[in-house]
């Protein structure tokens, strides 16, 4: 596959299947559903309406600029690594510990405000959050490139509690000093495509919950509205099946019922329900015979009976508590929560002074010498401390005292509807409880609370007790049968309304569901496409094939299915695969979800992709990253040399850095150079340094002079060995048989085996002859004295014009 073929597929299409709207998209479908005229309406009020764009965020692609850290994690004293905002490949590398992914940790938490390595773990994860040497007040912060603005936005997290959870978040941008996140970034977004990949989520993503990830994907294909429509259908078919079984099942309710009663009417009632299709007239009929009247006044009754009064005890309950909270309110003063917020700002906007001016202690608003000193600083901290205490204790009771108001309203309940025609006198009682929902003053409300509804529940009880008594003197089954005919009647009419739209309904859920079915796979497909692109970078040598993508399932069944082979033999992802494999196969459906095109963030921070992988997937990792950093900025944190040794020998443009920590967690992040760079710039040193003796560097200089043609002609012949089709392990196997550098020159020419005298030989017709003779001259410096003849410096120089014409090559 070409590297254009597979480009395109990257930058050239969405997932989105269309630019019209998901609506405009199922009309267009419709025509053609075989739908009738009536279950196309019932689909049209039933399709999910037009989405108004959200508002969130700046205009335009986002890159990291810099990602700073201090008393975070691995890093001590702040430090900040900084980064090239526009597409591109950056590897930082570091050893285990050097406090590389603290970096990645950093970002990830300054934008997130959370950091996967910590999901579903045990509280002791997040213990390590603060630096153990630095015990200043943490903080991340990562500096952003938003569209085309030449200000970079900065976002901020800060903590001065010793919890993880005690942080703020401050996002700035020149032309918007105070910001919300949101109003910088799309957080929405944020979190659907998120573009950071620690290690342990490689892990977490395939053997993690399969539900998590049909639904990492599912979001992104944008047919949520979509499922919501299908439920909603779902729900409203089973409400027309379940309206016209509940009328089923009260039919034979109430024929045993009739059957039991000695009334003639009865008998016809009985008849009237038993046929084929209920003779819903015939029983109309029947009960209009009924005296209305005797009937209105039977339902009055039950009405009454059925009354329900407020529940005492929780109002009682509720009235106590609101009486408490008001005390607790007072003595907690309200005013003192505004005041505490301001003073601590204003004391935070002057120690944020006294920081950014170390040198001067003046205060900038009175004018006071040596005012802002150190003691006053630990002074204002403690003040701020003090200070929140008193806020928070203010503003809890405020809010415990407005919830306390709102649960007494919530008990107060309307009049009913029918109480005024029912029952006049109790209405106007009921007003008086209801009145109170309009009541706002806590002790005013807890006093009339209380009052009313001892007089409202007094009185219901008694209306209640009335009403049954008339019920129970009532002598009339055929009048408790003719309310139970009424009730069956109101069913079997719901029930004829809803019997011929169940067909229609059902057909329109098939026709929805369908759509979604077709919509997955369309919109699915340059997903899975990419990640057959990635698996096929990474596992060029593989014997495992992965095939299509698909979401399968639902509810608590939905997963992802991947379907590969091994030797064209079909099998399950997960029984086959190695660790390797496996985190590759999480690299193919991160990568092409972290690049949707709809994704804003044009960065990805992935840290320790090399893990687990064998060195054919290390080269195949470099390619894939190669691919993407050709229009985004590719950010790769990595304590395996494997990686920077295959873009080297693949030849990929990348930024390396190297990231190492020192004592007390102190952090250096410096470019880092090509081992021959390395390596001439040490030979150079020892050169140039006129305090070594000569005795020592004429036997010195020739073997790192000879050291560093054998990094040169290692590197080529590594990349000849690939190219001419020779596997990672088989290369590094031949090249660790070359202990010779004439064997090594040899090697880095071709397969066939030469005698020394004619890879020098070659070397000669390929560079000169002073490439020949400077080969000579540091194999025998190696095993003797450099020749007075020789130069130091001449000797370098030919040593760096030989290096990089190999490297060239």
């Given at each position: 596959?070409?590297?254009?073929h597979?480009?395109?597929?990257?930058?050239?299409r969405?997932?989105?299947?269309?630019?019209?709207?998901?609506r405009d998209?199922?009309?267009?479908?419709?025509?053609?559903?075989?739908?009738?005229?009536?279950?196309?309406?019932?689909?049209?009020?039933?399709?999910?309406?037009?989405?108004?764009?959200?508002?969130e965020?700046?205009?335009?692609?986002?890159?990291?600029?810099?990602?700073?850290?201090?008393?975070?994690?691995?890093?001590?004293?702040?430090?900040t690594?900084?980064l090239?905002p526009?597409a591109?490949?950056?590897?930082?590398?570091?050893?285990?510990?050097?406090?590389?992914?603290?970096?990645?940790?950093?970002?990830?938490?300054?934008?997130?405000?959370?950091?996967?390595?910590?999901?579903g773990r045990?509280?002791?994860?997040?213990?390590?959050?603060?630096?153990?040497?630095?015990?200043?007040?943490?903080?991340?912060?990562?500096?952003?490139s938003?569209?085309?603005?030449?200000?970079?936005?900065?976002?901020?997290?800060?903590?001065?509690g010793?919890?993880?959870?005690?942080?703020r978040?401050?996002?700035?941008?020149?032309?918007?000093?105070?910001?919300e996140?949101?109003?910088?970034?799309?957080?929405?977004?944020?979190?659907l495509?998120?573009?950071?990949?620690?290690?342990?989520?490689l892990g977490?993503?395939?053997?993690?919950k399969q539900?998590?990830?049909?639904?990492?994907?599912?979001?992104i294909?944008g047919?949520?509205?979509?499922?919501?429509?299908?439920?909603?259908?779902?729900a409203?078919?089973?409400?027309?099946v379940?309206?016209?079984?509940?009328?089923?099942e009260?039919?034979g309710?109430?024929?045993?019922?009739?059957?039991?009663?000695?009334?003639?009417?009865?008998?016809r009632?009985?008849a009237?329900l038993?046929?084929?299709?209920?003779?819903?007239?015939?029983?109309?009929?029947?009960?209009s015979?009924?005296?209305?009247?005797?009937?209105?006044?039977?339902?009055?009754?039950?009405?009454l009976?059925?009354?329900?009064?407020?529940?005492?005890?929780a109002?009682?309950?509720?009235?106590?508590?609101?009486?408490?909270a008001?005390?607790?309110?007072?003595?907690a003063r309200?005013?003192?929560?505004?005041?505490a917020?301001?003073?601590?700002?204003?004391?935070?906007?002057?120690?944020?002074?006294?920081?950014?001016?170390?040198?001067?202690?003046?205060?900038?608003?009175c004018g006071?010498?040596?005012r802002?000193?150190?003691?006053?600083?630990?002074?204002?901290?403690?003040?701020?401390?003090?200070?929140?205490?008193e806020?928070?204790?203010?503003?809890?009771?405020?809010?415990?005292?407005a919830?306390?108001?709102?649960?007494?309203?919530d008990?107060?309940?309307?009049?009913?509807?029918?109480?005024?025609?029912?029952?006049?006198?109790?209405?106007?009682?009921?007003?008086?409880?209801?009145?109170?929902?309009?009541?706002?003053?806590?002790?005013?409300?807890?006093g009339?609370?209380?009052?009313?509804?001892?007089?409202?529940g007094?009185?219901?009880?008694?209306?209640?007790?009335?009403?049954?008594?008339?019920l129970?003197?009532?002598?009339?089954?055929?009048?408790?049968?003719?309310?139970?005919?009424?009730?069956?009647?109101?069913?079997?009419?719901?029930?004829a309304?809803a019997?011929?739209?169940?067909?229609?309904?059902k057909?329109?859920?098939?026709?929805?569901?369908?759509?979604?079915?077709?919509?997955?796979?369309?919109?699915l497909?340059?997903?899975?496409?990419?990640?057959?692109?990635?698996?096929?970078?990474?596992?060029e040598?593989?014997?495992?094939?992965?095939?299509?993508?698909?979401?399968?399932?639902?509810?608590?069944a939905?997963?992802?299915?991947?379907?590969?082979?091994?030797?064209?033999?079909?099998?399950?992802?997960f029984?086959?695969?190695?660790?390797?494999?496996?985190?590759?196969?999480?690299?193919?459906?991160?990568?092409?979800?972290?690049?949707?095109?709809?994704?804003?963030?044009?960065?990805?921070?992935?840290?320790?992709?090399?893990?687990?992988?064998?060195?054919?997937?290390?080269d195949?990792?470099?390619?894939v990253?190669?691919?993407?950093?050709?229009?985004?900025?590719?950010?790769?944190?990595?304590h395996?040399?494997?990686l920077?040794?295959?873009?080297r020998?693949?030849?990929i443009?990348?930024?390396l850095?190297?990231v190492?920590?020192?004592t007390?967690?102190v952090?250096?992040?410096?470019p880092?150079?090509?081992?021959?760079?390395r390596?001439l710039?040490?030979?150079?040193a020892?050169a140039?340094?006129?305090?070594?003796?000569?005795e020592?560097?004429?036997?010195?200089?020739?073997?790192?002079?000879?050291?560093?043609?054998e990094?040169?002609?290692?590197?080529?012949?590594r990349?000849?060995?690939?190219?001419?089709?020779h596997?990672?392990?088989?290369?590094?196997?031949?090249?660790?048989?070359?202990?010779?550098l004439?064997?090594?020159?040899?090697?880095?020419?071709?397969?066939?085996?030469m005698?020394?005298?004619?890879?020098?030989?070659?070397?000669g017709?390929?560079?000169?002859?002073?490439?020949?003779?400077?080969?000579?001259?540091?194999?025998?410096?190696?095993?003797?004295?450099?020749p007075?003849?020789?130069?130091?410096?001449?000797m370098?120089?030919?040593?760096?014009?030989?290096a990089?014409e190999?490297?060239?090559?």
């Open positions: 596959m070409s590297d254009r597979v480009a395109g597929g990257v930058e050239g969405s997932v989105r299947a269309t630019a019209a709207s998901l998209l199922l009309l267009s479908r419709l025509a053609d559903s075989g739908l009738t005229s009536e279950g196309q309406e019932l689909a049209r009020a039933w399709l999910p309406t037009e989405q108004e764009a959200g508002s965020g700046g205009a335009g692609p986002v890159f990291l600029r810099s990602i700073s850290a201090a008393g975070w994690r691995g890093i001590g004293p702040a430090t690594l900084e090239r526009e591109g490949l950056t590897v930082i590398a570091g050893r285990n510990g050097s406090g590389k992914s603290s970096f990645a940790e950093a970002a990830e938490m300054a934008l997130t405000g959370d950091n996967r390595l910590w999901q045990t509280k002791v994860w997040t213990e390590g959050w603060r630096n153990l040497h630095d015990r200043s007040a943490p903080q991340v912060a990562v500096a952003l938003i569209g085309d603005s030449s200000a970079p936005a900065t976002v901020r997290r800060t903590w001065q010793e919890r993880l959870e005690d942080a978040t401050v996002a700035e941008r020149s032309d918007t000093p105070d910001a996140l949101r109003e910088l970034i799309d957080t929405e977004k944020l979190a495509y998120r573009p950071f990949l620690p290690y342990s989520e977490a993503m395939i053997n993690g539900t998590e990830l049909h639904d990492a994907l599912a979001q294909l047919l949520e509205e979509l499922a919501d429509t299908v439920k909603a259908a779902k409203h078919t089973k409400q027309l379940d309206t016209v079984a509940a009328a089923t009260l039919s309710i109430v024929v045993r019922e009739l059957t039991e009663l000695d009334d003639p009417r009865a008998v009632a009985a009237a038993s046929g084929r299709e209920p003779d819903l007239d015939g029983v109309r009929a029947l009960l015979d009924h005296q209305a009247a005797d009937d209105n006044a039977l339902a009055r009754l039950r009405r009976a059925g009354l329900t009064a407020p529940d005492r005890d109002v009682g309950a509720a009235v106590t508590r609101l009486r408490d008001a005390a607790t309110a007072e003595d309200f005013g003192a929560a505004e005041d917020r301001q003073l601590i700002a204003l004391l935070e906007s002057a120690l944020e002074h006294r920081r950014r001016h170390p040198d001067s202690t003046d205060c900038p608003l006071s010498v040596s802002l000193d150190e003691a006053w600083a630990e002074d204002a901290w403690a003040q701020i401390a003090r200070l929140q205490r806020a928070t204790d203010a503003q809890v009771a405020q809010d415990g005292l919830a306390a108001v709102r649960a007494v309203h008990l107060v309940q309307p009049v009913p509807s029918n109480l005024q025609a029912d029952e006049p006198a109790l209405a106007s009682v009921w007003r008086d409880w209801a009145a109170c929902r309009v009541v706002s003053e806590p002790r005013e409300l807890a009339r609370a209380e009052s009313a509804e001892n007089v409202l007094d009185a219901c009880h008694q209306v209640r007790e009335d009403a049954t008594k008339l129970a003197d009532q002598d009339g089954r055929w009048q408790v049968m003719a309310g139970r005919l009424t009730q069956w009647l109101r069913q079997a009419e719901a029930a309304s019997k011929p739209r169940v067909k229609l309904a057909a329109v859920c098939l026709w929805l569901r369908k759509m979604t079915d077709e919509l997955h796979d369309v919109r497909k340059p997903l899975a496409d990419q990640s057959q692109t990635v698996w096929n970078l990474l596992c040598r593989s014997n495992v094939s992965l095939g299509s993508i698909s979401l399968t399932g639902a509810a608590a939905r997963k992802v299915r991947l379907d590969v082979s091994v030797d064209s033999t079909e099998t399950s992802a029984s086959v695969m190695s660790q390797g494999e496996l985190h590759s196969l999480a690299l193919s459906l991160f990568i092409p979800r972290a690049t949707h095109p709809d994704s804003p963030f044009k960065f990805l921070v992935i840290d320790d992709p090399v893990q687990s992988m064998d060195p054919e997937k290390v195949g990792l470099a390619r990253l190669d691919l993407y950093a050709r229009d985004r900025q590719v950010i790769v944190f990595t395996d040399t494997r920077q040794q295959a873009i020998h693949l030849r443009p990348a930024t850095v190297e190492s920590r020192q007390d967690s952090i250096a992040v410096v880092s150079g090509d081992p021959v760079t390596a710039e040490e030979t150079r020892v140039r340094d006129r305090n070594v003796p000569q020592i560097a004429e036997r010195v200089l020739p073997a790192m002079c000879r050291g560093v043609l990094t040169a002609y290692t590197d080529a012949a990349r000849r060995l690939r190219q001419d089709g596997g990672r392990l088989a290369a590094e196997e031949a090249i660790g048989k070359a202990h010779r004439t064997e090594l020159v040899a090697l880095a020419l071709s397969d066939d085996r005698q020394p005298a004619e890879a020098l030989e070659i070397v017709q390929k560079h000169g002859g002073w490439a020949r003779a400077l080969i000579k001259e540091c194999n025998a410096g190696t095993h003797g004295v450099l007075p003849s020789v130069d130091r410096m001449d370098v120089r030919r040593t760096e014009r030989l990089m190999v490297l060239a090559r």
